[in-house]
């Protein structure tokens, strides 16, 4: 079985506040794009090893999550594969991601593009903030644009 050659993976806490943008954005790009046999999206709380396998026969991926660290109304950067400190916990950063898929499948992972966008918020009961809303709508777009390859 074969599948498809664009993986959009997001992640965050919904109960969080700003937390949510990761999740939302990939709810946000189903509702514009559709659901076709050229994209999958998967959610998630946080990246795991297990992920790494989710990138296996893809020709692009795009990983998207707050950041509180990055300039808005977003951040995007290219993911390479990178044993980082992150490797031998639970949740795992992209790069940590990239480098156990070239572990296991002895090969170096796909082209690989992070959307961090901005959040200010990310207490447990929160709601989103007012710009982080902001935010999302603009990475959506530039998502939207990403996923038809007209920019990277």
Known sequence: MT???????GWGNPSRGDDALGPLCL????????ESGAFEFVEDFQLQVEHALDLVGRQRVLFVDA???CAAPFAVSTVEATRDASYST?????????????????SPPPPC????IRGERFELGEAMSAQAQTNLAQAVD????WLQGQTF
């Open 90 to 106: 639970h949740a795992l950063s992209p790069a940590a991601v990239l480098d156990v898929f070239q572990r296991l499948q002895s």
């Open 142 to 145: 530039w998502a939207c644009a």
């Open 3 to 9: 599948c498809p050659p664009v993986l959009i993976l």
């Open 67 to 69: 950041s509180l660290n």
């Open 113 to 116: 593009t992070q959307l961090a």
């Open 27 to 34: 709810e946000q790009l189903r509702a514009r794009v559709g």
